[in-house]
């Protein structure tokens, strides 16, 4: 069956892809494959009597598009397979692929064509089991499907772009930048994170037929659902749709807690208090007067609150380790839930003393990190975060028993033991100051009213590039899309009961 990638859908590591394999090997995979690619290919070629040519590597996805070659011939299509490898060396099913291709009459050629006027470039050069970086033939190959893309040729890609690493979304040195990929059994995390969304275009999926159950995927796709919003009883007020507390703001930083104060208001929590470290902080927000503005530790002791939020504009003086230090103790003695962003991050990165504190916290804690943050909490680079973005989630949620939010192409969202999950909602337009601000507001005001932390953390997620993406279909961007225009955006699309529902 061929669909489009849904909520929920379950993602496979290229290693569970492999047992899938494994275990149906008596079944016919690659010719499922190679029709379900022909199928699509024909659709996209159209009958504008133009060629189609398709590359061939030299495992497994050159077995399976000559599959694809073999079908599209039958259909009376013009095909030109370029292959340069042994198929003496092919694998067991790749051999058999290519000996039906000649069978039929089909040749290949070992250089590309010259350019000329194609309906469809179909990428079948490497799969899900590169390892290694490409480079010399098939590096010029990739260079030849690209400037197809360029030129306005489609290109489809066969279970993955050539070039793209299937778990983690990172390049092998080369590329292909495909405008449609047809994924077979399952969705790979790699399609979806860090380089991935730049490179597959449109993902439709092919089970080929097999009852892989979702049980065994080790992460799943957060998208889009609908959550029914319980409905707000007429005998109510402030105190029952929870209180947000914020502590950051620091000298030239109080932008932070302001946005993300206001995001926490117009998602619903019925106080908000924002808790500014800068000795010049403004005594109100005059854009947002309902924001209650205090000294720090003023909010601090408050005793009503129902979920803080620490590091939007922290800084890094020792006033701001102070009160992140003084969260954590409270924090270890209360249920009162956590959302750690920003500048308190990097505080704990930097400290054992804290990163100690963050271990021992009883309530349940939210940590939002960019890759850089990410990697001074792991200790390592911020190349190696992005090396592997799940794994550096999954790392972060076990070492400090919390749920984290790897933010960047593809968020990944991370709770001890439980599955993974990749975002698929947002755009380039949030690459701007302030978006972390805003989700840290949100995640705050779900939790306050009564969302379970990794819910609150996976719905606003979704909920808050979904704002982007409603943001940008009205013209406010991508170029020059502000944080401040999202709240408005999440506002409307949370009361329309727009949300990613608990796994």
Known sequence: MQRKISHGAPLYLTDDV???????????LMERAGHAAAQWARALAGDSGKPVVIFAGPGNNGGDAFVVARFLQQW????????AGDP??????????????????????DHPPTARDCALVIDGLFGIGLTRDIDGRYAQWI???NASRAAGTPVLSIDIPSGLDADTGRIHGYCVRATHTLTFIGTKPGLLTLDGPDHCGDILVNDL????SANVAPGRVLG????????????THKGSHGSVGIIGGDTGMAGAALLAGRAALKLGAGRVYAGLLARNAPQVDTAQPELMLRA?????????????????????????ACYLRWALEWAQQTTLPLVIDADALNQIAVSDQLKSMLKQVVTETVLTPHPAEAARLLNCGTREVQHNR??????????FNAHVVLKGAGTVCASPGQPWQINVSGNPGMASAGMGDVLTGIIAALIAQGVAPRQAMESAVWLHGAAADACVAKGMGPAGLTAGETINAARELFNQGLLAPQS
Not at 209 to 212: I, P, S
Not at 303 to 319: E, K, R, T, V, W
Not at 393 to 398: G, I, N, P, Q, S
Request: proline share 4%; charged share 15%; aromatic share 4%.
């Open 209 to 212: 037929d097999l009852a892989a």
């Open 390 to 399: 799940v794994a550096a989630a999954v790392a972060l949620a076990t070492q």
């Open 18 to 28: 492999r047992r899938i394999e494994s275990a149906q090997a008596h079944l016919p």
């Open 88 to 109: 003496a060396k092919l694998p067991h099913d790749a051999t058999k692929a290519h000996a039906l291709w000649r069978a039929a009459g089909g040749i290949s050629v």
């Open 224 to 235: 889009a659902t609908t959550h029914a919003l319980k409905p707000r009883l007429r005998n």
């Open 76 to 83: 009376f299509f013009t095909v030109t397979v370029v292959f």
């Open 296 to 320: 720090a530790d003023a909010v601090m002791k408050l005793d009503h609150l129902s979920c803080l939020a620490i590091g939007p504009g922290l800084g890094q003086s020792s006033d701001a």
């Open 143 to 145: 260079g030849v499907i």
